[in-house]
Structure formats: structure tokens, C-alpha cells
DNA sequence: TATGAATGAGGGTTCATTCAT
DNA sequence: GATGAATGAACCCTCATTCAT
């Protein structure tokens, strides 16, 4: 019997609400019923507000999306050489990937069911790393013999990956540690690797030495 | 219609129609109808022989699960030392990742809804990678810096990103040449970065000393 | 709980049903939940027998379009001559009109509703009675002085009137005697009339002089 | 939007958009939420005029209706005699049915639905034009054999036929001209033959012989 | 006067499942 | 083994209406 009469207020609510059912459940395996169960408003409100459950969906969808931009922009500002931008957009990436559950498993969902709201800052994401890895190619700080896209590939692969398997491996392979001690493990070698990979094979001179 | 009184021949019409069902649409976004629809065989007929949705849902992923298994045994077998083994599975890994869009597509699916009938399969394939390589770091052919499974991580990881961001990586970033040879490509350069990055820091001077 | 297994059964009663919902409260006036209350059969279930209530709809006017078939290849057969025929035609349809309250009603919504349904049967009925009445007009047994469209419309539109507007005159006029009997009164004068209507101006005089 | 405070106005809006919508599509096929994206009138604003679906029904009802008596009033005054009136209340009649669309359907609908609010007017004109025919008859100017209340339908019967199925009849039996033609055409023969159909059986000899 | 938030009932339809045949 | 009749719950959505602002 919520009678406040407060727009914006029911819409973040429904909207949470809404993110954490469909990261759960994906689109058809949720229920306008059940978000609304979740949240306390009524179907009719949810419908009132977002015409319909696609229309949720896409909110939900848009929503996340301006997360990951943001999360991008705060990524690349403040840098003073593209080395040090790189770095930052893949830790930030990295971070981005690795904690928030919710972007994680909605941008799967939404891949699986051809939607393409979440696609284009994740092509943002590719484009604008792909430029940077040029330039640092160009200036020999990476290797050049590979295709930027490839080496992209080769650098964010690893991180989807990780999120996505390490708490099986974690329990298949009995490791040892909470899951915070494995990521920053894991981060910190997985750096090194990205150092390795991107390191132009060197002459007799060494560039690095 | 189909009268036949042929169980066997049946359930694989169903199964394949519904192997096709589910990496499309996913659980919840597939109905017994549209399958029925597809396969052409009534939805009473379907229940008779897989008692419910669930059971047609673990019918389909056993049965991809074990064609992963007979992929990974066939990788196995023949090889005469470990980096052959290991190549040929690497190389079977991604033929099957990326030529299985069905397996791939079901596999996200099922990961999304926590299911653990495709997650057996794939340990394995992990923990036998692991072992090989463990064994190639002793003989000194990959380096022994890094965890095996963080190693493993790089290794698939990008075959799994690959896979599912190729397509909008070409529509976006106006890749030319047909998918083949995109995939064609890629493999090349990432054989090459792979083995860049396995390969011991060898030099006079020791690097983690 | 009808458990009887018996479609055909079970199509009849929803149909009967159908079509006196559908008469009294038209499409959009009528829901499936009333219908399915009326003949005890789950919406469901109706569903299931004509996909949709659109479907439903349909076959109700599709039964009554055969209906008015039948009633008019009924009265055509048997005539020895244009005139017995004609007003065979015309009496069966007076009778219809009259006496089928459902299908009088029904054809209203339709037509009100741009349904195209019932059309061609009542179109055939027209022609055809232009048809004969072209022939009555050339042996001279008709006025041939209008339109056999005209002369039509001259009959036939008073049956519809008359059965529309009955009940309000018997109410607002305060006539007497049943409505048994006022259909006969009017029969009587309205087939007289006809009768003079049609008949040709005959005479020494000519008519339109 | 519209802060106009100009209720009247509103009124007006609202009224004619409903009188469409409710033509077009019947009372219950018509929602609120129509009506006001029709008018641009929020439905809330709707209600708070008319309290309910079914007022603001039956404020568009007595509005056709207030109509309808003016047209019956109009067509009354000024004639010097009985016959004029007649014939002016006719032909206004067939004016009135044949060109108002909207009073046509809903009248139609008002029907179906047992709705009382059109049929006032209607029956008053036909107690007027009963009372002119009965007086005509005793002037021997109308043949005296039939009721007038059969000759009326003979009369009024026929232009709601015309009016409702001349476009199926132009279509169906590919009448030539524009519809005006049409009924113009129509309009001429109709007249003729009402005037044989009331002019008394006159002269010595007798006329069915 | 005017808006739009909020409600709750009911709309048609889909769904997985059961069961008689 | 195979069909389709039958069910009942749930689905998304529309609806008329109320009420705070």
C-alpha cells in the first residue's frame, strides 16, 4: 500500500530489484511476479512505469551500460602516458569484471539473447584499448609482430575467464585461500604474463635493459 | 503420424531439436511446444520419454558432456610426449570451442542457471592440462614462474573470449576476410603468443633469482 | 474435472456457449472466463480446442455462415418457378431473421466489428434474388421500372426493421396481442405490400406519363 | 500540458474523441487510455468530468440523442401540410442515417448493448410520422388497408438497409459511380416507390383485378 | 482544473504436466 | 510407443478507478 506518490523513488527500487533478479535469473526466468514479490510494488506499479517487462529489461540494460562507461572515463582520465592509461583501464577492467556480479552475469544473459544494449561499451572498451596498444607499438614498447586485437584477446580473455571459473576451480581443484587471496594472486601473475606477452622480443641489444 | 513404435530413433529427434532449442534460447526461454513444434513429435510423447523438462534439459547436457569427453580422450590418444599431448588438446580445445555453437552457447546457459552437469567435464580437461604442464615446467620446457593454473587461464581463456566477441569485433571494428580466416588468423598469432609465453626466461643470468 | 476425452463433445458445448455469449455481449464484451463459466469447461481447455479467442469467434461465425447457407439452398430447392421461389426465399428469410435471434444479433457485432465473415453468405442471397427478380422484371411480372438493387433493399430492409424495432414499438406503442401474433399481423400487410410494390403499373395509361 | 483550467473545453475534447472511439469501436472495445491518447487528455482528467467509463458513454449518448430531436424539430417546422412534413421528416431522415456515420454505429451498438438512451427519439419520430400517416389516411391521400406502424417499416426499414450494406453492395456486385451517385441514385427510386407504396388504390374498377 | 502515481481485478494466453485412449 | 484431451497455475499486460499533489 505504498501511497507516497514518489516516482523516481519507485523507480530505483523496482530498477534494483529488477538487476539483481534478472543477474540471477536471466530475462524469461524471471517473473514480473517475483520482482515484484522482491521489492514490495505492486505488477501494475512495475508495468506503470516501464510500459512493459522488456522495457525493465532495457532499463536495467541502459543502466549498466552507463556503469561501464563510467567506469571507463574514471579509468582513462588522470593518466600521463598511455602505458600508464593501459594499465589503469585493465585494472580497472579487471575489477570491474571480477567484482561486479551483477554487470558479469547480465552481460552474459544478454549476450546469449542477442541483445545488444551492452555491446556497444564493451566495443568502446576494445576500440579505444586497440588504439593505445598501436601507439605503444609504434613507440616499441610492444611487441609488434602481433595484431593489437589478437594481443587484446590475449589480455582480457584471461580475466572473463578467471571470473568465470574460478570458483569451480577453486572447489575442483582444492585450493587453498578465500577467493580474495586467489584473485590477487592470480592478478599478480597474471600481470607479469601481460608484461611478458607484450614485450617486444628483443635484439641482441636489450630495449628493456 | 509416426506411429513407428521406434523409441530409440525418436528420442534422438527430440534431443537434437532440443539440443538446438536450448542453445538458443536457454532453459526458461524454451517451451516443450516449441519443441514439439520443431521435431515435429507431440509433447506428450517427449514427457513419456524424458518424464519432465528438467529431464530432457540433463538428457541434452549429458549428452554434450560426454561428446567433450570423447573430443578431449581423441586429443589424448597417440601423442608421444607431453607438448604434443598438450598441443593437440589445446588445439582440439579450440577447435571445439569455436566450432560448437551449440556447446558453447549450452555451456553459458548452463553456467548462468548454476548447473554442474557440464562443469565435470571441463575440470577434468583443466586438471589434466595442468598436469601437463606441471611436468613440462619440471623438464624445464615452460616456465616455471607462474602457477600452472594461471598459466591455463591464459592459455583458454582468450579461445573463450575469441569465440564469443569475434563476431562483434568484426561487425564493429570492420575486420575484413571472412569469419574463416579471421579464426584462421587468430590462431596463428595466438599459437605464437602462447608459446611466448611458456617459454622459460632463459638467458645466463636467472630471472627469479 | 471433465475427464471425457472427447474433443468433438467438448467442441460443441464450448461453441454453443460461444455463440450465445457472443450474441448477447458481443466480442469484446464477452471473456473466456465467462464463456468457460457457462459451459463448465476450463479456459484452458478452450484454448486448447480454438488457439485463440479470435479462434473461437470465428468458428462461431463460420458455423452461422453454413447455417444461413443451408437455410437458403433449403428454400431455393423445390420451386417450380422465379415467383415460388422468390417467395420461398423471402419467407425463409423472414424467418430467420426473425425468429434467429443469435444469428441477428451476431451479424450486427460482425458488422460493426469490420468482421467480413457473415458477408458472403447474406451477398449470395442478394444476388441471387436480384438474379430472379432481373428474370420476373423481363417476363413483366415485376415493375421494371427500378433497379432490382432498389426493389431489394424496398424488401428486405423492413424484415431487418421490423425485427430490430419490434420490441421497442410493442413497448413504446403499446400494442397489443403477443409478439407471436404481431410477427403475423406484420407479415401479412408487409407481404401485401410487396406484392403491390413490385406489382407492374399496368393499364392503358402509361405510368410515367 | 493543457493547464488551461477550461473544463468546458476539456468537455468538448474529451466528448468528440469518445464519440469516435466509441462509434469505432463499441463501448467496451474502447478503453480510457484510448480516448485519451486520442485527445491528448489524461484519463485521470477524463474521470474527474465524467466519473466513470460510463458516464462519459452516456453523456455521448444524450448528446446524439439532443441531436437527433433537433433534426426531428427542424424537419417539422415550417411545412404547411401533413404530406410536406411527411416528406421532410423522410428525407431528413435518410439525410440523417445515411451521413452521420457515427450516429449510425453507435446507435447500432447502443442496441446491442440494451442500452435506452437512443431509442427516445427514436420512437418519438416514429409516433410522429405514425400520427401524420394515420392522418393522411383518413385524408385518403396514404392507402388506407395497411397499419401505419407496417407502413413506416416499409418506409424507415429500407434506408437502414441501404445505409449499412450499400459499401458491401458496391464492392460485392461492382456497382459503377461514386458512392454519392450511388445514393443518389437510390434516393430517386426509393422515393417513387414509396409513393406508389402509400398512394391509395384508387378508381372504380378494382386494381387487383 | 489537471496530472500521474498507485491499485487490484481481470484480460487472453502459455506452460508443464497428467492421463485416458 | 504415441496422441491429444484436460488441467491449473502462472505469465504479461490492460483496465477502470482512486487519490495525493
Redesign the pocket.
Known amino acids: 500500500?505504498?501511497?507516497?506518490?514518489?516516482?523516481a523513488g519507485?523507480k530505483e527500487i523496482v530498477i534494483a530489484a529488477a538487476k539483481a533478479a534478472f543477474a540471477e535469473r536471466g530475462f524469461s526466468g524471471?517473473?514480473?511476479?517475483?520482482i515484484s514479490r522482491q521489492c514490495g510494488?505492486?505488477?501494475?506499479?512495475i508495468?506503470?512505469?516501464y510500459?512493459?517487462?522488456?522495457g525493465l529489461y532495457q532499463a536495467v540494460l541502459e543502466e549498466l551500460s552507463v556503469g561501464y562507461d563510467d567506469m571507463l572515463v574514471q579509468a582513462m582520465t588522470g593518466a600521463e602516458n598511455p602505458d600508464e592509461m593501459a594499465g589503469n583501464m585493465l585494472a580497472a577492467t579487471f575489477r570491474f569484471w571480477s567484482e561486479d556480479r551483477v554487470y558479469n552475469r547480465i552481460a552474459m544473459w544478454a549476450y546469449l539473447e542477442n541483445r545488444t544494449e551492452l555491446i556497444a561499451a564493451e566495443t568502446a572498451l576494445t576500440a579505444k584499448l586497440a588504439g593505445l596498444l598501436t601507439e605503444m607499438q609504434k613507440q616499441g614498447r610492444v611487441d609488434a609482430a602481433f595484431s593489437p586485437l589478437t594481443l587484446l584477446t590475449m589480455t582480457i580473455g584471461p580475466i572473463h575467464f578467471w571470473t568465470r571459473y574460478r570458483e569451480q576451480f577453486k572447489r575442483a581443484l582444492g585450493l587453498e585461500g578465500t577467493m580474495d587471496e586467489l584473485n590477487r594472486r592470480f592478478l599478480q601473475e597474471y600481470m607479469s604474463l601481460i608484461e611478458k606477452l607484450y614485450r617486444p622480443v628483443t635484439g641482441s641489444a636489450g630495449e628493456t635493459s
Open positions: 500500500m505504498r501511497k507516497q506518490r514518489d516516482g519507485t524471471t517473473s514480473l511476479a517475483y510494488i505492486s505488477e501494475g506499479l508495468l506503470h512505469h510500459k512493459s517487462k522488456q
